[in-house]
């Protein structure tokens, strides 16, 4: 993921674009084990796994509008 996320910036914001990304992926992790803890003492176990499918699902979604707005993007581009 972090290599996607650098190279898709300008070389000269390459150490912006991993710090962005480093620092997101940080907050993620340390918000992850509060909020499954929070849902197994409400909703019991079962619920981080539902959770996690959901975050999933959500995930793919978001790739798949990203990949066709790039399609669409590159509809003009020349081909190699």
Do not use: N, Q
Not at 30 to 56: E, K, M, N
């Amino acid at each position: 993921m972090g290599v996607e996320a650098v190279r898709r910036v300008a070389r000269h914001s390459r150490g912006l674009a991993i710090g962005g990304f480093i620092a997101f992926f940080d907050i993620a992790l340390g918000l992850t084990a509060p909020v499954a803890g929070v849902l197994a003492s409400g909703f019991g176990y079962r619920s981080i796994f539902l959770a996690g499918a959901a975050s999933c699902l959500l995930a793919l979604a978001m790739v798949g509008i990203a990949a066709a707005g790039r399609d669409k993007s590159l509809d003009g581009a020349p081909h190699h």
